[in-house]
C-alpha cells in the first residue's frame, strides 16, 4: 500500500510518525537506496520486536491507512484504491478495523452501560441520603437544642439531593443581614432556599420575610420554601390576597413533597417543573405533589 497509494516519501513518514512511530526509528531506514515499501517493511519489522508498545503502534497505524477512500492525488488511482480495500479487508478479517456500524453499536452500548452504572450509583447515593432523612423523621420526643440540629440537617439534606442531581448548589451562607438556608440555579432563574423542621406550618410572617427578601433582588431570583409540617390554608390565602399585585415568585414544598422524592416515586427535577410549571402557567402558589 504504501508503494501504490502514495506518491511522496513524506507523506509514508507523516503517517507513521502519527500513529506514533520514533522519528529516529523510521529515519534510519529512509535513505534514497530504500524504496518506501522497503522502509515501511524494515520499520514494521523493528515495531514488531518492541512487543506491546510497537503492536499499539502498528495498530494504530493500520487504522489511520484505513480511514484513507483514496490514494493521493499524484499516486496511483486504480492501483492505490485496490491496496487500501485489500489492507481494510485484512484488517477486519483480523478484527483491526471495525465497520462503521460495528463502531456505532458497540458506542451505544458502551454509553448504555456508563448510564446504566451512573444510574446505579445515584440510587445508592439517593438511598443513603433518604435513609439519613427517615431517622430524622422517626417521632420521638427531642430537646430544643435537638429540634434546632434537625433543621440544619435538612438544609445538609436539600444540598446532597440537589448535588446528586448535578445542580450547582451552594450551600448555607450569611449575607450582612439575613440567612440563606442555600441557592441554586434552574431554568434561567436564581432560588434562594428557606427550610424549616418545625412541628406547626410557616406562619404568615415566616414566608413574607423571605418575600420581601426575593423582591428587594433581581427579577430573576426566586424562593423555594420548605416546611416539613406542610401549610396552613388560611395562611396560604392570606399570603395569596397580600402579594396578589406582586410577582409569583415562591415555590412551596412540604414534607409529602420530599418523602416522593427521596423515595424516587418522583425525579427532583420533574418534581421542581411540575411545582414552576403550575405557577407560571395556572398561577398556583401551592402545588402538592401527587395528591
Known amino acids: 500500500m504504501c508503494r501504490d497509494a502514495f ?3 513524506d507523506d509514508v513518514r507523516a503517517i507513521f510518525l502519527d500513529a506514533g512511530c520514533p522519528a529516529a526509528m523510521y529515519d534510519r531506514y529512509d535513505v534514497l537506496d530504500n524504496s518506501k515499501a522497503k522502509i515501511a517493511r524494515f520499520v514494521l519489522n523493528d515495531l514488531r520486536s518492541l512487543g506491546g508498545q510497537g503492536q ?40 483491526l478495523l471495525v465497520d462503521s456500524e460495528q ?44 429540634i434546632q440540629q434537625r433543621g440544619y440537617a435538612l438544609e445538609g439534606l436539600i444540598a446532597d439531593l440537589f448535588e446528586l442531581h448535578d445542580f450547582q448548589y451552594r450551600r448555607a451562607y450569611r449575607l450582612a ?27 404568615f410572617s415566616d414566608i413574607a420575610k423571605l418575600k420581601a427578601n426575593l423582591d428587594g433582588k433581581a427579577e430573576s431570583t426566586r424562593g423555594l420554601f420548605v416546611a416539613m409540617a406542610g401549610y ?29 422524592i427521596f423515595e424516587g416515586r418522583l ?25
Not at 76 to 83: K, L, T, W
Not at 118 to 129: D, N, P, S, V
Open 7 to 9: 506518491y511522496y516519501r
Open 56 to 95: 499499539a503502534i502498528q495498530r494504530k497505524l493500520v487504522q489511520e491507512l484505513c480511514q484513507m477512500d483514496r490514494p493521493r492525488p499524484e499516486a496511483d488511482p486504480v492501483g492505490g484504491r485496490e491496496a487500501i480495500a485489500e489492507l481494510k479487508r485484512e484488517a477486519t478479517k483480523i478484527r
Open 103 to 146: 463502531a456505532a453499536a458497540k458506542q451505544r452500548r458502551a454509553k448504555a452501560e456508563q448510564q446504566q452504572r451512573a444510574q446505579a450509583r445515584r440510587q445508592e447515593q439517593l438511598g443513603e441520603i433518604r435513609q439519613r432523612f427517615y431517622e430524622h423523621l422517626k417521632e420521638r420526643p427531642r430537646s430544643t437544642a435537638e
Open 177 to 203: 443581614h439575613e440567612q440563606i438556608d442555600g441557592s441554586f440555579h434552574f431554568r434561567g432563574f436564581t432560588y434562594l432556599v428557606e427550610a424549616k423542621w418545625e412541628a406547626n406550618p410557616p406562619t
Open 232 to 260: 396552613d390554608d388560611n395562611v396560604l390565602e392570606h399570603m395569596v390576597e397580600v402579594f396578589r399585585r406582586s410577582p409569583n415568585n415562591l415555590v412551596l414544598v412540604d414534607g409529602q413533597d420530599l418523602i416522593m
Open 267 to 291: 425525579a427532583l427535577v420533574d418534581a421542581l417543573i411540575a411545582k414552576i410549571d403550575a405557577a407560571e402557567q395556572e398561577g398556583k402558589v401551592w402545588y402538592p405533589l401527587g395528591r
